[in-house]
Each structure stands twice: as C-alpha cells, then as structure tokens.
C-alpha cells in the first residue's frame, strides 16, 4: 500500500474536482491510503469512503476570469486568504507523507495559483524520501498566447516525473493543444479517458424527445436560454431542459417561467445517461464529463462548444467528434434560437461507436504503481495486487535472437468467443484503441447479433473471424472438448464449417475474413485440407498444422489465462515462457484474450504485454505488429503478413 495525495481546485464548473475525486476512488479502490486537498468552492461528492478529504479555503471565479480570483463571497481574495490555502495545503502534505503527488491542472494551468503549488513542490523536493511529482491533464489544454508562459511551464516540469493524460492520442492528441516537444513527450503517459460512471446499455428501440445539457456550472445558461426559445418554435418536439446547479435560482425560475407547454425545465438528474439512453437527439456543450456521457448513452449528438473568454478547449474536442462521424457542431457564436431550432430539425447524425480509451482512472492506478515500484502493488489486507511485476525479457530475448537470423516476427491479437455488444467488448476496443494495436474478434457465428456487427461496423484495426459454428462441444465425455474435433464423421465437420462461412457472411459483413477458428483451439487432422474447397482461405489454432495450399496457419501461442484454476490469470513466467518458444518456431505470433471471462489479473497482464512488445517493434524492429487481415492474405508472406499501417 501507498499514500497518494491529489490536489486539485476548480473555477469554472465542478469537472477538474470530479476527475480527480473519480482518481481518488480508484487508487482506494486499489488499497492505497489517498489524501483529496480541494481548493474551489465545496461540492457534495459520493462514495469518498476511506478517502481524507481536506478543504482548502475555497476561492472561484466569475464568468472566464480566472485570474480573478473571489472568495465565497464574491469579494477579491486577500493575501491573507492565499497564504492560509497554502499553509493549509503543506500541513496536509506533511499529515499525509505521501509517496506519490498528484497535481491537478498545475503547471500547465491554474497559474494564478503557483505560489501554492510551487511551495507543494518545494515540500515535495525536500522530502526524503523524495515522493513522485505527477501532473495530471485532460485531453485538452489551453494554450497560452505568450510563448513565454509555455516556456515557464516546460521549465516548472523539470521536477515532474510524469503528466498523467487521461486522454486518448488516437482519437485527440494532446499536441493539437499544446506544443509536444521530445523533453515534454518523455514525461507523458497517456491513460485514456477518466470515465467511472456506470455505463447504461444502448436502446435497441426508438427513441424519443430532445435532452438540453450544459454542466455544472452557469456557463451553460447561454444554451439553456436559446433552447427554451427553441421550443417555442417546435411545438411539435418534446424537450427537456436540464439545468446546472449552479445556476442561481432566480435565473432557473426564469427559464421555468418561459418553457412552453412542449419543454420541461428541471435541475440536472443523476440518471442522465439513462436520458440520453433514450433521446432522439442530445443538445450540449462539450465538456470532459459531456461527452463521456455521450459516448455512453449513443444519442445523435448536437455540440455548441462554450466559447466565451476566447476559450478553445470545448471547440476543439466538438470538431474532433464531428471529424468522427460521432456529433455535429453548432458555434456558440451563431447560437439564436432560431439557428438552434433549424439544427434540430435537421437530419440528425446518425449514432455511431469508438473505441475511445475510456479506462483512464484504473489506467492511472497502474502507471503510478509502477512507477513506485513492486511495494506498491498490494491490495486491502496485504493482498498482491492484479499489476504485480513481471519479466518480459525472455520474450524480448527471443525477438532478438529471431531478427539476428534475418527473421522478423509478425505479432497479432486474437479475441475468441464474441457475440454481442457487451461492456467487455467496449473494454477489449478501448484497449485495442488505447495501445494501437489491431485485433480479430473469432465470432461465434449461430450466436452472433446484430449489435456485434454494428458496434465494429465503423472501427478500425478491426477484423471478424468464424469461431466455429455453435461453440458446442461434440467429445465424449472422457475426451477433451471439441466441436471440431476427431469424433465425429468428416463429412459432418465439413457440413457445420460450410453452414459457419455462410452464417457468418450473412451476419457479420464485409469485416469477416473467411478464417476458420475451432473452438478450444482443436480440430480434426483431416478436416484443414478440406477447408480451401468451401471457401475458407485460413486457420487459426494454438499451434502450427500441417502445410495446405492455399491455406494460411496464423496461430493464437499466447494464452494468460489459467482454465483449470477457474479462468484466472496463468503464472505470467510461464506464458511468458511459452511465447517465447512461439517465436522461436517461426511464424506469426499471436496473443489469445477472451474478452468475456477475463479477470483484473489478466486484463491488467494482456495490457503491459501489449505496451510492452509495441515499445519493442518501434524500438529493435525486431518484430511488427500485424493485422489479420494482412497476415491471411491470399498471398500472405513474412512481408505481406504486416499490415503496413501498423509500425
């Protein structure tokens, strides 16, 4: 166990706190004792158990100035004011003696308030032993419009030892806000979106009305105002206004008071991604939080970025889910009612899925813990944790032994087992999103739904492979399962492997690759030659088959998951071992996951394996990441075999 403290003060709406309270929640989740110091004005937060939250004298700000800085009420804070927040904030860094310091925001914002900070990194410093110095960003920064601001950060940075980006680089890098140099890049680690909300499954049915959002602060009162007009001139749609907290009274009462008889104004409801679960259309700005409650909730999306005080944040993240296909944009400055209400009645864009990284909170638990070290890794009670150590160098070792022989390893990922759009499969995404690696989901083909195909239909690194015909097992009893296995007639095996290929066209699209994958990784020795003749051109196992023309072997080595000990995570030096054996024999090799059984252990294993061989490729191009739909070319070769796109 360690000790975290996260320091953190919001201005504006309640959004920095929440990410950071969301931190929190996982580095105690995960058994270490976490100190939360927050500086802006006080916000009812759930679930802080085990959790010491420590009140600085809080300050705010109004409308976009935030150098600005009020007290609670509203009269500019005195000297006296910042020099209690900052001995308040060092007591609690001396209470808490922390091993790791989280500093929301800082340096790359809140410089109104470097004293504090500096003199956190000052104690920090001083320390002995010295604690980890982290920062911790959104996806988005503002930039300064004084280089020399930019330049002032980078240097405040030599004392960092990381910036926590709880972004995704694929889908919105962080140097399309910010200046990315190679001393800044080092330092960066990238844990996807912090997104801790409970999910709510997408609507198979119709839906209906039009949900109006805009945060928790009163920045959103702008939107809120033109949407109440827009009702007005829609009498034929059904909205529902939903209104920050801290809106002041009087102005929610307004907005009631002139809501027509087709508009519902109320506060903002905690079951807001069920609303959107079942909107036909959702109208917001696009805040950190908003559109994490998009992605969940799959409405048609209407974004008008709050732009006041030159602010480019939410204007930048509104076009890059534009640019996706995922939202269309409306500019704060041509809001009117009259240009809200012809959006709205506009075609609306059509929902569509990403694999945006949305696992940043426990993503940011495990990059800390490795940074601290194995100590750190214990759960509540003295438990190992789930990111324990491990040795990757017999891996690497045997890479390296394979390239000195003028052989260059294609690696792949194979998940088995998918049927459906399901939670897991949004993780298995997020991941594949998050390393860049390109995965083949092996679907069952009698029991794939239509959701699977929707949900990978605008993916890609994407490919569908045929997992069999039913996934039922046809051993005898006292044989090792199999539904393509030695005991039965060859002539049934190729009838249920033809029955597969055309089920599997007619259901998943033109992402299928015609490339058998038998259940439990077992098939009958006859059965590979007689593939070709019924249109399949691949075969993927757990180890290398006899040659067949015109069939490629790709085969899945790599399997973390112990099945006798009830689906966990296998001794990693053993798989470690076994992969390691794989690249010696030659030939692709592939890493097997199961998406729908696979506990923490192994998630968190599949995932530093995957770091971990892509800073190889870049870095000994001893091997390549590789893309089924490349390696079970027609013509497939130890060249063809790379997808190209793919370092």
């Known amino acids: 166990m360690s000790r975290i403290l996260i320091a953190v003060t919001h201005l504006l709406g309640a959004g920095h706190l929440t990410r950071a309270a969301a931190l929190a929640r996982a580095f105690a989740g995960a058994g270490h004792a976490v100190t939360l110091v927050s500086g802006g004005m006080p916000v009812a937060l759930p679930r802080l158990e085990g959790i010491r939250l420590v009140q600085l004298p809080p300050v705010r700000i109004t409308g976009t100035a935030f150098t600005a800085l009020l007290d609670p009420e509203g009269v500019p804070v005195t000297a006296e004011r910042l020099a209690a927040r900052r001995d308040a904030l060092l007591a609690a860094f001396a209470e808490a003696a922390p091993d790791a310091v989280i500093t929301e925001l800082y340096p790359f914002g809140r410089r109104v308030l470097a004293p504090e900070f500096e003199a956190l990194t000052a104690a920090v410093r001083g320390a002995a032993p010295r604690p980890l110095l982290l920062a911790s960003i959104r996806d988005v920064l503002a930039t300064p419009s004084r280089p020399e601001r930019i330049t002032a ?360 690759l015609p490339v058998l994958v038998p259940p439990w990784n077992r098939v009958a020795p006859d059965l590979p030659e007689n593939l070709p003749p019924l249109g399949y051109r691949g075969i993927s196992a757990a180890g290398l088959l006899p040659p067949v023309p015109g069939l490629v072997q790709a085969h899945a080595a790599i399997d973390p998951i112990a099945w006798r000990s009830g689906a966990k995570l296998a001794d990693p030096a053993g798989v470690i071992a076994r992969a390691a054996r794989a690249v010696a024999e030659g030939g692709a090799v592939g890493l097997l996951t199961h998406h729908l059984v696979q506990d923490e252990a192994t998630w968190a294993f599949c995932e530093r394996l995957l770091d971990h061989l892509s800073a190889h490729a870049a870095k000994d191009r001893a091997s390549r990441r590789s893309r089924a739909a490349a390696l079970f070319a027609p013509a497939a070769s130890p060249v063809s075999q790379t997808d190209p796109i793919f370092p």
């Open 153 to 512: 950060t980078h240097a405040r940075l030599e004392a960092y030892d990381a910036v926590l980006v709880h972004g995704d680089p694929i889908f919105l890098p962080l140097d399309l806000s910010w200046p990315v140099g190679a001393a800044l890049a080092r330092r960066l680690r990238h844990t996807g979106y912090v997104d801790e909300a409970e999910a709510v499954p997408a609507r198979d049915g119709p839906r209906s009305g039009i949900v109006v959002s805009g945060g928790s602060s009163a920045a959103g009162l702008p939107l809120q105002e033109a949407a109440v007009a827009a009702a007005a001139l829609t009498p034929g749609l059904s909205w529902r206004i939903l209104v920050g907290r801290a809106v002041p009274e009087p102005a929610f009462a307004a907005l009631a008071s002139a809501a027509p008889p087709n508009a519902i104004v109320e506060r903002a409801r905690p079951d807001f991604r069920a609303l959107l679960s079942r909107a036909a259309l959702s109208v917001s700005q696009s805040g950190y939080n908003t559109v994490l409650d998009l992605l969940h909730g799959g409405a048609p999306a209407l974004l008008v970025p709050f732009e006041a005080g030159h602010e480019t944040e939410q204007r930048l993240r509104a076009e890059t889910l534009a640019a996706h296909g995922l939202a269309r944009v409306l500019p704060e400055s041509e809001l009117t009612a009259e240009r809200l209400a012809e959006a709205v009645l506009a075609a609306p864009p059509r929902a569509t899925h990403h694999a945006i990284a949305r696992d940043g909170a426990r993503r940011s638990v495990a990059i800390v813990e490795e940074m601290l070290g194995p100590a750190s890794r214990t759960g509540a009670g003295g438990a190992p944790h789930v990111h324990a150590p491990f040795d990757l160098s017999p891996l690497t070792d045997a890479l390296a032994r394979a390239a000195d022989r003028g052989r260059i390893t294609a690696l792949w990922w194979r998940d088995d087992d998918a049927t459906a759009h399901t939670p897991a499969i949004d993780r298995l995404l997020a991941l594949a999103a998050r390393t860049g690696w390109p995965v083949a989901l092996a679907v069952v083909p009698a029991r794939a739904e239509p959701s699977l195909a929707a949900r990978v239909a605008d993916e890609t690194g994407i490919d569908l492979l045929v997992h069999g015909l039913a996934h039922a097992n046809h051993a005898p009893a006292d044989a090792k399962k199999a539904e393509f296995g030695p005991h039965r007639p060859l002539t049934a095996l190729r009838d249920d492997a033809a029955e597969a290929l055309a089920l599997a066209k007619a259901r998943l699209g033109p992402r299928l």
